[in-house]
């Protein structure tokens, strides 16, 4: 079992929607939580964190975390079509401040 | 804004040739994180550095050797390359402050023939 899990889609959603995106981990000492966004060749690119259990919003995200249901999940409203990459969820533990990384959920936002 | 560079972007090299991958941190950032991402695979944790000093190491394979200079910069060195070990590796920068988000390079795509 991953320490981090994703599913890896594709998810397909309308121009307009809402994008669902789901992680759970495995270890109950995570500390930080992370969302990257990746094209394809392309970097990892940093769109949301998250530390503590609740909502954080950012413009049209939102990340939302249970640590105790171990989940964090990321919401994008308004999906546009340059939304459609990877996304990757990613944790830091007690071990050190490396990204454990879950293996993307590919979105694909419809026009 | 400033960004992590990495250098080359493309590196082509023949097994069991050797490779040296530079990147330089964001502007004050102190800590320096290696990453290589297989094809259709998640980053890997490789190395980190804080300070010029080994920070954290990951699944970094015995060939591989890395440092940090003392103007932040860092440098993977990688011998005896083997065919699998063509990826993409990306640096990552940040500081020890608030959650010490990664903020990643363009990468250097390694591809060994």
């Known amino acids: 079992q991953k320490e981090v899990e994703q599913n890896s889609g594709p998810l397909s959603v309308p121009e307009g929607a809402i994008a669902s995106l789901n992680c759970t981990y495995s270890?109950?000492?995570?500390?930080?939580f992370f969302w990257y966004r990746q094209y394809s060749g392309k970097s990892p690119e940093l769109i949301m964190f998250i530390y503590s259990n609740g909502d954080k919003e950012d413009g049209r995200f939102t990340a939302q975390l249970n640590k105790a249901s171990q989940y964090v999940s990321l919401l994008i409203r308004d999906s546009q079509p340059s939304d459609s990459a990877t996304y990757l969820c990613a944790v830091t533990g007690n071990a050190g401040n490396m990204l454990t990384f879950g293996g993307g959920t590919r979105l694909m936002v419809k026009p | 804004a400033a960004g992590v560079i990495q250098s080359p972007r493309h590196l082509i090299k023949e097994k069991r040739e050797t490779a040296t991958l530079k990147c330089y941190p964001i502007?004050?950032?102190?800590?320096v994180y290696w990453y290589q991402q297989g094809p259709g695979q998640d980053p890997q944790f490789l190395i980190s550095f804080y300070e010029k000093m080994q920070s954290d190491k990951g699944s970094i394979p015995d060939r591989f050797s890395a440092q940090q200079f003392s103007d932040y910069h860092s440098e993977l060195n990688m011998s005896s390359l083997e065919l699998g070990d063509s990826a993409l590796y990306f640096c990552?920068?940040?500081?020890?402050?608030?959650?010490?988000?990664?903020?990643f390079g363009p990468g250097t795509r390694l591809t060994v023939t």
């Open positions: 502007p004050r950032h102190d800590t």
């Open positions: 270890d109950r000492g995570s500390q930080s």
């Open positions: 990552a920068s940040s500081t020890r402050t608030g959650l010490y988000e990664q903020y």
